[in-house]
């Protein structure tokens, strides 16, 4: 069974810092996903990484595959409380079933 | 704008009284999933449809059922609540493609059960 791993598993820094989320496994991916979900609401998909050793950036937030397509990072620059969330990392299970292995999550609180 | 819907948001209901809950899609897509995520954890992935073709999760226990009547609904009814079935019900859509399932989410029902 795959297992995605996720660290930290809880962030609190204040406005402006900046941080790094972890997303780590013994599997190799063919994909990684990163979501994002506010308090009461449902995840947001924010990415997705194909290729080992990629790089996205969505305005603040930068994306890295592993090389190995193993791991996965998502860096926030200068955090806002907006930013505030549980962010999930998923890549497609490996069993062939059309469903996602999701992470433990991060759970981030940005203090204004 | 194309998206899912999910109603209601908040669901409250009594120990043992079914349920049930609904989630609608206006992107078309053909697979539909229903998750249950348990305070600030990972979504747990219940059973999903593709098309018609029902499939279940393992450990998802015989008191949650679905049912898909077309393309744009999917429901997901609790026989008999119990009290650790409390919990928020997300329902995603995908399109069928090769390795990636990226998956859009509703906004879920808050399932409360007294």
């Known amino acids: 069974t795959q297992l995605l791993e996720q660290s930290p598993q809880f962030l609190s820094i204040q406005e402006g810092e900046n941080l790094t989320v972890y997303c780590n496994s013994s599997?190799?991916?063919?994909?990684l996903q990163w979501y994002r979900q506010e308090p009461g609401e449902g995840p947001v998909l924010l990415v997705t990484v194909v290729t080992g050793g990629e790089v996205k950036k969505l305005k603040r937030l930068t994306f890295q595959f592993g090389d190995a397509r193993k791991d996965s990072s998502l860096h926030i620059t200068a955090a806002q409380p907006g930013d505030t969330g549980l962010y999930l990392c998923a890549g497609p299970a490996d069993t062939g079933r059309r469903a996602l292995t999701f992470g433990s999550g991060t759970r981030l609180q940005v203090q204004p | 704008d194309a998206m899912v819907i999910q109603n209601p948001r908040y669901q409250v209901t009594q120990f043992g009284k079914p349920v049930t809950l609904s989630c609608s899609q206006t992107?078309?897509?053909?697979?539909m999933y229903w998750y249950q995520q348990k305070s600030s954890q990972a979504p747990k992935l219940l059973f999903h449809?593709?098309?018609?073709?029902?499939?279940n999760e393992a450990d998802t226990p015989d008191n949650f059922q679905s049912r898909r009547p077309n393309t744009s609904f999917c429901f997901l009814d609790i026989r008999s609540p119990g009290l650790g079935d409390a919990a928020m019900y997300l329902c995603?859509?995908?399109?069928?493609?090769?390795?990636?399932?990226?998956?859009?989410f509703g906004p879920g029902t808050r399932l409360t059960v007294t």
């Open positions: 995603a859509t995908s399109r069928d493609q090769l390795g990636g399932y990226e998956q859009y």
């Open positions: 599997s190799v991916f063919s994909s």
């Open positions: 449809y593709y098309d018609k073709d029902f499939n």
């Open positions: 992107l078309n897509h053909n697979v």
